[in-house]
């Protein structure tokens, strides 16, 4: 079984800047595709960011790119969404997941099969 536990959000102004992290145990995730996803309240749970399992390949949503970075230190079994530009609409629970069957990046939430906790993400205009 794989553990996953998001830190790092929190309240920030307007064009500031968090950084997430998802620590996994349980299993070792640095042969699986990692994802970041939000829901925001009243809202679906959408895709935001993904890393393939080596690191090399990434993706973002159209409303992240430039903004968000998503990058893995699979020596310490950790993936992280560095998040500058914030914007009011990015405030939501942010959770991480493992995608542990994909040989691809993937964006479809329903092939994602363990998830963190979520850890909440408010930003002020």
């Known amino acids: 079984q794989l553990q996953l536990v998001e830190s790092g959000g929190g309240l920030v102004q307007a064009g500031g800047s968090l950084r997430l992290s998802c620590a996994a145990s349980?299993?070792?995730?640095?042969?699986?595709?990692m994802g970041w996803f939000r829901q925001a309240p009243g809202k679906e749970r959408e895709f935001v960011a993904a890393?393939?399992?080596?690191?090399?390949?990434?993706y973002y949503v159209d409303t992240v790119k430039g903004r968000f970075t998503i990058f893995r230190d699979s020596a310490k079994n950790t993936v992280h969404l560095q998040m500058n530009g914030l914007k009011p609409e990015d405030t939501a629970v942010y959770y991480c997941?493992?995608?542990?069957?994909?040989?691809?990046?993937?964006?479809?939430?329903?092939?994602?099969?363990?998830w963190g906790q979520g850890t909440q993400v408010t930003v002020s205009s």
């Open positions: 997941a493992v995608d542990s069957a994909s040989r691809v990046v993937v964006t479809d939430r329903r092939l994602y099969d363990y």
């Open positions: 349980g299993r070792t995730f640095s042969r699986y595709n």
């Open positions: 890393i393939d399992w080596s690191g090399s390949y990434t």
